[in-house]
Every structure is written in C-alpha cells, then in structure tokens.
C-alpha cells in the first residue's frame, strides 16, 4: 500500500474487518441474512448492506436515487435517513447478490487503497453533503467496520476478534467521547473525578476529569478520590458506548463504586453513535 502512514493503522484494521465479515456472511443460507442484529432495527443484510454502501461512498460513486417507506419507525432524523437510504435499496436482494456486491467492493476498495496518496488531511466527502479529513473518513471506516462485525457475530454466534486492530480504534474513539458524556450529559459536577476499570480482551484504566469550569478530560492516571468508578469488561463497555445495550440489560456486568445517581446518569447517557 502507499497509503500515507498515519493512516495505514486505519487501514489495516478496516481490511482485518471487513475481511471478516466477508468470511463470516459468505457461508450464510437466505433465511440467514434475515436475522436480527444487536444493531437497532437491522438484520444481517442491513448490517453488510450498510457496509457496502458506505465503501461505495468512500469510493465516490453516486449514491443511490431511491424513496424510503414511510413506516420505518427507526428512522427519525436526518442522519439516519441518509444512512437508511444505502440499506433499504438493497433489501430485497438475494444472498448470492450480497455476497458479490461485498466481495466486489472490497476489491474496488483495496485497489483504492493500493494507490491512495492522498494526504491524511485532504477534504473528502461526509455524510449528509459536508466534508471531514481523510484521516477522519479513515478512521470512521475502521471503527464502523469492526462494531458492525461484532454485530453480525453475536447475530450469527460466532464471538471473537474483541482485541483485533479495529477493536483498538474504537476503543480510542470511544474515549474521545467520554469526556462530554461524563461532564455534560451526565452533569458531573465541577472538579470532580470518575474512573473507568475496564477488563478482558481490551484493558484499560481511564479517568475522566471535570474542572473547575465543568470541562471534561480524559488521561490515563488514577484518581486518588472519585466520586464513581466503573468497573466493567471491554465486550460491554463498547456496547452500551455504541447503544448495542441498555444499562438495566447488563447491570449485572458493571461493578459500580461511589455516587450511585451520578453512575446511574453516565450510564443512561453512555451511547455515543447514532
């Protein structure tokens, strides 16, 4: 690959992932791709049509000309029409096809990839008609990728790949957004501490501090005295941050010390995608 090398991290996950999927839905029969995901409202197909939809984007092609029904309930803003639009259009398609498309884009986009010698902050296109870095579309690739994967794996039963190279990216994606879940929507208050354990295939040990100001940041060093510490395993950790589960459904798996009504509010607030 030429990709510059700030972004062949990003790369590398995003093809360890997609690989993955592609080896994880090639064996599916029909009534297969039809079963739910822990991704709100989509099934197997959903999930890898999403994927391909989203490559295709990365690639520039036109997206598709295409009216949604107007019963899907989950949609409920612009965002998620913009990315229902990739998923609904090929929702009637068969098996054989989906694995083509999949397998087709991933050669397109390993191509692209094999050639990119773009500069990681070059403008590209975003969602909904905006722009963002392409070290930022890059990453955002690598982080949808590996969550959607583990999404068709706990449809599908088939755990693993929790500490993978894309498991690392969220991870650290997931941390930049703790900072604004603890300090403001959770109301942390001023000058305060809390501490995230976090267990098993991914370990980490986080603090996130409020200052004076209510401004939220997050470090590695421990905290002497917080007023809550979570303790959790990584599986999840991502999942509540990615809205795979709510906070009643994994009670049992979060060790909760310190202020129960502030852990309670981090915990109600803790999704960080849509």
Not at 35 to 59: F, K, N, Q
Not at 184 to 190: I, L, N, Q, T, V
Not at 254 to 274: C, N, P, S
Request: with cysteine; glycine share 6%; charged share 25%.
């Amino acid at each position: 690959m030429t990709v510059h090398p700030s972004l062949q991290t990003y790369a590398d996950a995003w093809t360890h992932s997609i690989e993955s999927i592609a080896e994880l839905v090639q064996p599916l029969v029909e009534g297969e791709w039809n079963r739910p995901t822990p991704c709100p409202a989509w099934s197997v197909r959903d999930v890898v049509s999403h994927v391909i939809g989203m490559e295709c984007e990365m690639l520039g092609d036109p997206r598709p000309i295409h009216t949604l029904p107007r019963d899907l309930y989950h949609v409920q803003n612009e965002f998620a029409r913009y990315m229902e639009m990739q998923v609904d259009v090929r929702r009637h398609h068969t098996a054989p096809e989906m694995t083509s498309e999949l397998e087709y884009t991933m050669i397109r986009r390993a191509r692209q990839l094999r050639n990119e010698n773009r500069r990681p902050g070059t403008m590209v296109r975003a969602p909904l008609g905006t722009e963002q870095t392409l070290e930022t579309a890059m990453r955002a690739r690598a982080f949808d990728t590996w969550v959607h994967e583990q999404d068709l794996r706990a449809a599908l039963g088939r755990p693993g790949n929790l500490d993978s190279p894309g498991a690392y990216i969220t991870r650290d994606l997931l941390l930049d957004a703790l900072p604004k879940v603890v300090a403001k929507d959770a109301g942390s208050p001023a000058s305060s501490a809390v501490v995230f354990d976090v267990h098993g295939p991914v370990e980490f040990l986080r603090t996130v501090r409020v200052d004076a100001d209510g401004r939220g940041t997050v470090d590695g060093a421990p905290s002497l005295g917080p007023l809550v510490t979570l303790a959790l395993d990584w599986e999840t950790f991502y999942r509540l941050a990615c809205g795979r589960v709510r906070a009643g459904a994994v009670q049992d798996r979060v060790k909760v010390d310190g202020d129960a009504d502030l852990a309670a509010a981090i915990l109600r607030e803790f999704a960080v995608t849509q």
